[in-house]
C-alpha cells in the first residue's frame, strides 16, 4: 500500500464528509411532517442503533439543519463509508430514508515475513482489532507503530506493507502485513570528522545514537534513523553554544565489509568560523534601566555568539517585564553579523507600552475543589497590576495544597487595552485515600495498617465529602512496636476567615524493644485542640491545647530507682505556641529556600495535671539547587526542657534522645546520649542539638532518588550540660522511590563515634508502608 501525504489524506475526508453532509435532496421540502424514518443498506449495525442517534422524528417537521446533523453524527460513530438522505411522500408527509453504506468488518489480520518477532509482539503495537470496523487512519497508525517496534529492535532497513482484501458479498476483509525483515543493523562504531574545536567524546556523549557495547549489554548499538535526525540536531545545538551558528552536520552510514550487516556510522562536521559577540544596543527603555536588564542576559561582550542564546535573552528580559507587570511589552532583536571581524553586533529594541491590570480571574478544571478553596491560595486580585512575584507565590500555595498535579496560570484579552483576564488551570489530583495493608519498617519489622484519609475533605458535601480544602484523617496502625490510633480534622478557614482550627484524638503506644530504644511499655491517650492563624506570607502561628495520660509499665528490674519512680499513669495539661517562617518553595519538594520553626510549651502549673515542665524546641532547616538537578538540605534542631513547681524532674516521655533514622543515622534508636545507671539503657536528656546535611540526585527522574548524608549531635542529661562532651557523628547513603503502594526510603548509615555497649557497624534503615 502505498503512503499518502496529511495533505492528500486529510483532503480526502473532508470532501467525503462534506459530500455526506450536503446529500441531502435538493428537493427537501422544510416544514413537512416527518411521518416515518427508516435506514437502509445496513448489514451489522442494527436499524435501532442508527435510529437512536438521530434527532429527526416522527411528527415534527423536516429540518435541512437537523438532517445535517443527524449527518454528522452518523459519520461520527466511524461505521459507515457514506451517508445519504431520502426523503419520499408518505402517507400526506414525508418518510425519511437514511442510506447507509458500512465500513468492512476486520475479520482476520495476517502477518507474512515475520521471522525475528512474534505475531503477538505486533499485534499489540496495533490499534485495529478483529471484528472492528475497518478505518484507514488507524490502518496507518498500526503500520507506523510495527515500523517502530521493527527499527527499536534493530532493523532499521526493515520494509512493512500492508493490503486489505474485502469479500463484497459478506463486506468482511481481511487485512495482510506484509514484512521484509531484512538484517538487523547495529552501529559498531562513530567515527566524527571535521570537528577541530569540539572534542570527539563531547560531541559522541551528546549523542543519543551509541555504537555498541560488548554483546550489546550496556548499549545495543541499534541503528534508528529518527534518533540520528535528533543527534543531527543535538550536535549543531552544542556548536551553536560555543559561537559556530553557521554549522554544518550530515551523516552517512557505511556496511562493514565482514557481511554482518553492521555498520559504521560517519558524522561529518563544517564548523565554519567562531562568532563572537560584539557592541551591543539598548533602546526604548525607561522602566528598566540598561543596568538591570543587563544582568539577566547570558549573552556578553567577548563571549561566544548563540541564536539560542538570544532567544533566552530576550525570554528573559521579557520576564523582567512581565515581573513588573508589563504583559504586552514588546522586545524585537537584531543580530548584525560583522564577517571581517568575526563578531555578531547585538541591538535590542523595547516598546514597554502600558502597565497592564488584572480584571477578572477565572477559574477551570476544578471539577471537585470548590472556587473559594483557589481563590483564597491567589496573591492576584482584579484591580491589581500583574506581578510576576504574586503569581510565581500563588502558583507554589496552590501546589502546597497538594490537591493539584499541574497548575497553569494564562491570561486573555480584557475589556481595556490595558488589562488582562488571569485564567488558571487545575489539573487536580488524587487527594483521598482508603487504604490498608502493610509493610516494613526498622523499628517495627512487619507493620500493618488501615487508613481512610481525605485532604480536600468537605463535611457538607454529604455526596462525595470533597473540595472544601479541610483535612480529615483516620489512622490504626498495628505493629511488633507501635500501637497507634487516631482520629484528625482540621478546617484552615474557620467561617471564611484566615483561621484554621482543628482536632486530634489518639492513642499511641510502644512497646519495650531494643529495636524501638525504648525498654520500657508506655502508652499515651488523649487529645489535643489547634488554632492557627497565618500572620504575613510566610509567617504563621499556631495555638495548639492538649490533655493527655501516660502509663509506663514493664520497667526492668535491674533498673535505677529513679526509673522505676516513673512507672504508673500520669496526667500532662500543657498548652504549646508554634511560630513558622517559611520561605521554601515547595512543602513537598523543597529545592530552594529555608524553614524556620520554633515551639514553647507549658505543662502543668495553672492548666493542672500532674507533671510541670517548660520545653523550647528549634527547628531550621534550608535548601541549596546544585547542577540544576542535585538539592542539599542542612538541617539543625536543638531542644530544651526543664521542671519547675511541684516536678522534681522532667518525665521520661518528654526528655530528648537520639540516634536513628530521623535523627543520627548509624546508630540504634535512641541509642545517643545519657543512661540509666542501673541498666545502661538510654534514658534521654533535657537538652540536645542535632544537625543533618543531605545531598539528594536523581537516578531516575521523578521516581528514584540517590542521597548522601552526613549526621551529627548529642543529647545532655541536664540544661547546663549543654555542649560538653564528644558529639556522635554518622555518615550513609541511601535511595528514595517513589511506587505505585507509597515511598520507599532506605538509608544505610554508619557510626563514626563510640557509644557505649553498642557495636560500630553499618546499620540499615527502611520504611515502606501504603496501601495495596
Same mark, same amino acid.
Given at each position: ?9 486529510? @483532503?480526502? =475526508? ?24 427508516? /435506514? ?10 442508527? =435510529? ?10 423536516? *429540518? ?11 459519520? %461520527? ?9 431520502? #426523503? ?13 453504506? &458500512? ?39 498500526? @503500520? ?21 482484501? /474485502? ?41 543519543? !545514537? ?28 552544542? +556548536?551553536? &553554544? ?8 550530515? #551523516?552517512e552510514t557505511q556496511p562493514l565489509e565482514d557481511g554482518s550487516g553492521n555498520v559504521l556510522l560517519k558524522v561529518i562536521v563544517n564548523e565554519g568560523k567562531r562568532y563572537l559577540v560584539g557592541n551591543i544596543q539598548l533602546t526604548g527603555n525607561s522602566i528598566l534601566s540598561s543596568e538591570e536588564i543587563a544582568k539577566s542576559v547570558k549573552m556578553v561582550q567577548g563571549k561566544p555568539f548563540s541564536r539560542r542564546g ?40 523595547? !516598546?514597554?507600552?502600558? @502597565? ?12 471537585? !475543589? ?52 488571569? /485564567? ?27 487508613? /481512610? ?5 468537605d463535611w457538607q458535601n454529604r455526596k462525595t465529602f470533597t473540595g472544601a480544602g479541610q483535612d480529615f484523617g483516620l489512622r490504626f496502625e498495628i505493629g511488633s512496636v507501635r500501637q497507634n490510633a487516631e482520629l484528625s480534622f482540621t478546617e484552615p478557614w474557620v467561617f471564611g476567615y484566615p483561621y484554621s482550627f482543628g482536632f486530634d484524638i489518639f492513642r499511641r503506644g510502644y512497646n519495650r524493644s531494643g529495636t524501638?530504644? +525504648? ?11 489547634? =488554632?492557627?492563624?497565618?500572620? !504575613?506570607?510566610?509567617?504563621? %502561628?499556631?495555638?495548639?491545647?492538649? @490533655? ?7 520497667? $526492668? ?9 516513673? #512507672? %504508673? ?16 518553595? *515547595?512543602?513537598?519538594? $523543597? ?53 519547675? %513547681? ?21 546508630y540504634r534508636e535512641r541509642r545517643i546520649g545519657p543512661r540509666d545507671p542501673g541498666n545502661q539503657e538510654p534514658i534521654g536528656g533535657e537538652t540536645f542539638w542535632v544537625a543533618n546535611a543531605e545531598e539528594t540526585f536523581p537516578i531516575y527522574p521523578d521516581l528514584i532518588k540517590g542521597a548522601v548524608f552526613f549526621d551529627v549531635g548529642n543529647v545532655y542529661d541536664q540544661v547546663d550540660d549543654f555542649g560538653s ?25 554508619? $557510626? ?12 540499615? +534503615? ?7
Amino acid at each position: 500500500m502505498s503512503r499518502k501525504s496529511p495533505f492528500f489524506i486529510a @483532503l480526502i =475526508l473532508i470532501t467525503a464528509l462534506f459530500s455526506g453532509i450536503f446529500a441531502i435532496p435538493a428537493g427537501a421540502e422544510d416544514g413537512k411532517i416527518v411521518k416515518a424514518v427508516d /435506514v437502509r443498506g445496513n448489514k451489522t449495525v442494527a436499524s435501532l442503533t442508527i =435510529l437512536s442517534k438521530v434527532k429527526t422524528q416522527v411528527g415534527q417537521p423536516v *429540518s435541512s439543519p437537523v438532517l445535517n446533523e443527524d449527518l454528522k453524527r452518523l459519520y %461520527g460513530l466511524g461505521y459507515f463509508l457514506d451517508v445519504r438522505i431520502e #426523503q419520499e411522500d408518505f402517507e400526506d408527509g414525508i418518510k425519511v430514508v437514511f442510506l447507509v453504506t &458500512e465500513k468492512p468488518i476486520l475479520l482476520e489480520i495476517r502477518f507474512e515475513g515475520n521471522n525475528q518477532l512474534k505475531k503477538d509482539q505486533l499485534k499489540k503495537e496495533m490499534q485495529s482489532a478483529v471484528g472492528d470496523f475497518v478505518d484507514q487512519k488507524r490502518l496507518r497508525d498500526d @503500520l507506523d507503530a510495527i515500523r517502530r517496534l521493527y527499527e527499536k529492535k534493530g532493523f532499521a532497513e526493515a520494509v512493512i506493507d500492508q493490503a486489505l482484501d /474485502v469479500n463484497p458479498d459478506t463486506n468482511q476483509a481481511v487485512l495482510r502485513v506484509m514484512i521484509d525483515e531484512k538484517v538487523k543493523v547495529r552501529v559498531k562504531d562513530i567515527r566524527i570528522e571535521g570537528n577541530q574545536s569540539i572534542k570527539t567524546g563531547e560531541i559522541t556523549g551528546k549523542m543519543k !545514537t551509541k555504537k555498541a557495547s560488548w554483546w550489546g549489554l550496556f548499549h545495543s548499538g541499534f541503528l534508528k534513523e529518527e534518533d540520528v535526525d535528533e543527534d543531527i540536531e543535538r550536535i549543531k545545538a552544542l +556548536y551553536d &553554544e560555543q559561537g559556530f551558528s553557521d554549522v554544518e552536520v550530515t #551523516q552517512e552510514t557505511q556496511p562493514l565489509e565482514d557481511g554482518s550487516g553492521n555498520v559504521l556510522l560517519k558524522v561529518i562536521v563544517n564548523e565554519g568560523k567562531r562568532y563572537l559577540v560584539g557592541n551591543i544596543q539598548l533602546t526604548g527603555n525607561s522602566i528598566l534601566s540598561s543596568e538591570e536588564i543587563a544582568k539577566s542576559v547570558k549573552m556578553v561582550q567577548g563571549k561566544p555568539f548563540s541564536r539560542r542564546g538570544l532567544r533566552l535573552d530576550v525570554a528573559n528580559i521579557q520576564d523582567l517585564y512581565f515581573e513588573k507587570g508589563y504583559l504586552s511589552a514588546q522586545i524585537r532583536s537584531e543580530s548584525l553579523y560583522n564577517e571581517s571581524a568575526d563578531r555578531v553586533d547585538l541591538s535590542y529594541t523595547i !516598546t514597554e507600552n502600558e @502597565l497592564t491590570y488584572v480584571e477578572r480571574v477565572m477559574i477551570q478544571g476544578n471539577t471537585k !475543589t470548590k472556587d473559594t478553596v483557589i481563590r483564597r491560595e491567589l496573591r492576584a486580585y482584579p484591580g491589581e497590576s500583574f506581578s510576576g512575584a504574586k503569581l510565581k507565590r500563588s502558583k507554589e500555595r496552590l501546589y502546597n495544597l497538594g490537591f493539584f498535579e499541574d497548575v497553569r496560570f494564562d491570561t486573555e484579552e480584557g475589556s481595556q487595552s490595558n488589562s488582562r483576564n488571569l /485564567v488558571v488551570t487545575v489539573k487536580e489530583t488524587k487527594t483521598g485515600e482508603f487504604s490498608f495493608g502493610g509493610g516494613f519498617s526498622s523499628v517495627d519489622s512487619v507493620i500493618g495498617f488501615a487508613q /481512610v484519609r481525605q485532604k480536600n475533605f468537605d463535611w457538607q458535601n454529604r455526596k462525595t465529602f470533597t473540595g472544601a480544602g479541610q483535612d480529615f484523617g483516620l489512622r490504626f496502625e498495628i505493629g511488633s512496636v507501635r500501637q497507634n490510633a487516631e482520629l484528625s480534622f482540621t478546617e484552615p478557614w474557620v467561617f471564611g476567615y484566615p483561621y484554621s482550627f482543628g482536632f486530634d484524638i489518639f492513642r499511641r503506644g510502644y512497646n519495650r524493644s531494643g529495636t524501638s530504644g +525504648y525498654f520500657f511499655d508506655q502508652t499515651k491517650t488523649g487529645f489535643d485542640l489547634r =488554632l492557627g492563624k497565618e500572620f !504575613t506570607e510566610f509567617d504563621k %502561628g499556631l495555638l495548639m491545647y492538649k @490533655l493527655e495520660q501516660v502509663k509506663i509499665s514493664d520497667i $526492668p528490674a535491674d533498673a535505677s530507682q529513679d526509673l522505676k519512680d516513673e #512507672q %504508673g499513669k500520669n496526667t500532662t495539661s500543657s498548652l504549646a505556641l508554634t511560630l513558622t517562617h517559611d520561605q521554601r518553595d *515547595s512543602v513537598y519538594n $523543597p529545592s530552594s529556600g529555608y524553614l524556620v520553626t520554633g515551639t514553647g510549651e507549658v505543662a502543668g502549673g495553672p492548666l493542672a495535671g500532674d507533671k510541670d515542665f517548660m520545653k523550647l524546641t528549634v527547628l531550621g532547616s534550608t535548601y541549596f539547587k546544585n547542577f540544576d538537578v542535585m538539592v542539599l538540605e542542612l538541617k539543625g534542631r536543638v531542644g530544651f526542657v526543664d521542671e519547675f %513547681g511541684d516536678s522534681v524532674k522532667v518525665p521520661i516521655y518528654e526528655r530528648y534522645f537520639a540516634g536513628g533514622a530521623n535523627t543520627v543515622r548509624g546508630y540504634r534508636e535512641r541509642r545517643i546520649g545519657p543512661r540509666d545507671p542501673g541498666n545502661q539503657e538510654p534514658i534521654g536528656g533535657e537538652t540536645f542539638w542535632v544537625a543533618n546535611a543531605e545531598e539528594t540526585f536523581p537516578i531516575y527522574p521523578d521516581l528514584i532518588k540517590g542521597a548522601v548524608f552526613f549526621d551529627v549531635g548529642n543529647v545532655y542529661d541536664q540544661v547546663d550540660d549543654f555542649g560538653s562532651g564528644d558529639v556522635k557523628s554518622g555518615v550513609g547513603f541511601g535511595v528514595r522511590v517513589k511506587t505505585p503502594i507509597g515511598p520507599v526510603k532506605v538509608d544505610a548509615g554508619y $557510626p563514626l563515634d563510640d557509644v557505649p555497649n553498642e557495636k560500630k557497624k553499618m546499620r540499615f +534503615y527502611f520504611n515502606i508502608s501504603q496501601a495495596f
